[in-house]
């Protein structure tokens, strides 16, 4: 291959972090662009970070993010001083990996930054704004200090505030914005007994009508988020003495550090496209969020893993370019799902006028005193992986329909368009990580042959260590992943093999000939 770039990523945060190195793995050379002179190492951002995401950067050499991070199992939910209800997250496989871990967005970098530093295929450079992008069939055409970019690909990680190249892309950004505001703050404090668990509050005396987040951190750091009034005013509330009583009644008398303080204003928003011609959007550029479930970067990373695989296999003659137009249709219907979500979320803790309000306190008091009422209460659902049940790429199976969003704290049962589960294979290792290098068939009973111009392997079950019940297979089927989990088929007949696989690299649909029973099913 050439030693020009093949893709320019542009944003070099973690989703663009993310990106370049999950191209670079397939083989594809990549330039990291950033307007900043260099990384800003402030506050701890995005903290949530939920297995999957952890496996995604496990695969790049990164799973000292999993092992630095602080991990939590259990979310308690209060209304004044009553506990209404808690959830534990869901375990659906033995994992080396815990279910969620709080780590600070900066230390996050700066490990995957470790990880560019040592991958010879991305070159990165700070201080190269790029202030005009352009395309036409040969490629995309970037205006960035000290000059033009010319690349085949381009991925626009930019940020919320890319406004300007969105508009050159004619991608619209519509949404909302919420009047109030929410104070953070990054405190070191000894809180026994915190440091498992996620707490949250509605209506506390020490902040009435409103809510608060308590999310423990590694090095006894907590990280607490007041919803404040429109008006309100940090320094002056800190000069005065206000912002440390605010602390104080949550850490009593202990001695404590701000590590780090901010004000922010949440937002849902998202592009009407995430793939324009040879440019694909992803994470806070494609889509904002209210950070209630954790959905920002829990979403911005699977954006960057399904760009780099899909790109990887167009550039590398596996699939045709149309492959990259299912980017658009996945990860957009992932958008909007996190949208609706998120922004349900949002309209209970910040009621759009008084009767909603009182609608709100009274729904919250019945609660308290009748269990049933909870299932209302929404203090946020956590992030969980989107499932492709739609998408092209996806055989359905009549014998497995799609049930839905599942219960909160729940996951979908395995089957077509959803991710599977992990558990260790023999011979070390966990079946996640055998989906990453190309297609993977995993049989039960019968064997196949795959043909395919992508890296493919297939693999019994058994072989691998595996009981069936790991997926929740039945005896004669074998299933078709794709290289990032998800199944794209589960299979009776070896003849419909090919049709799932044509259909996986390319979103057309084949028609196999009439199914006849499987040599075991004879």
Known sequence: MSDDPL?????????????ALLLARWGIRVVLLDQRPRRDVVGSKSICQQRDVLDIWASVGADRIAREGLAWTTARTFYRDHELFSWSFADPGPSALPPCVNISQSRTEAILDECIARQPLIDVRWDAEVTAISQDDSGVT?????????????????????????????????????????LICD????????????????????????????????????????????????????????????????????????????????????????????VLLAGDCAHLYAPFGARGLNSGVPDAENAAWKLAFVLRGWAPEELLETYHLERHAAALENLEVTSATMRFLVPPDAAHWSLRRALLDAAVADPAKVVDVDSGRFAEPFW???????????????????????????????????????????????????????????????????PHRVISLHELGLDNAVLGARPGEAWLIRPDGHVAAVLTDERAVQPAVHRVLTGDQLTPRPERPSPSRR
Request: proline share 9%; charged share 25%.
């Open 7 to 19: 893709v320019a990523v542009i944003g070099n945060g973690p989703v663009g972090q993310t990106t």
């Open 142 to 182: 970037l205006t960035c200090a000290p000059g033009q970019l010319k690349v085949p690909y381009a991925v626009l990680c930019a940020g919320a505030r890319a406004d300007t190249l969105r508009q050159q892309l004619g991608v619209g950004f519509v949404g909302e914005s919420f009047d109030d505001r929410f």
């Open 187 to 278: 405190i070191r404090a000894d809180l026994p007994g915190w440091g498992t668990e996620r707490r949250f509050y509605f209506d506390p005396v020490w902040n009435p009508d409103r809510q608060v987040l308590i999310h423990p951190c590694p090095d006894s750091t907590y990280r607490i988020d007041w919803q404040v009034p429109e008006d309100f005013d940090a320094d002056a509330e800190r000069a005065d003495g206000r912002l440390d009583a605010r602390i104080r009644m949550i850490v009593g008398d202990r001695p404590y550090e701000i590590v780090w303080q901010s004000v922010y204003r949440f937002h849902s928003r998202c592009a009407d496209r995430m793939r324009v011609g040879r």
């Open 388 to 454: 492709y049940v739609d998408s092209p790429l996806t055989t359905p199976d009549p014998t497995r329909p799609f049930a839905g969003r599942p219960a909160r704290g729940q996951l979908s049962p395995p089957g077509p368009g959803i991710l599977i589960p992990d558990a260790p294979v023999t011979g070390g290792g966990r079946l996640r990580e055998l989906v990453r290098d190309g297609l993977l068939l995993l049989t039960t009973t019968w064997s196949a042959r795959l043909e395919a111009s992508a």
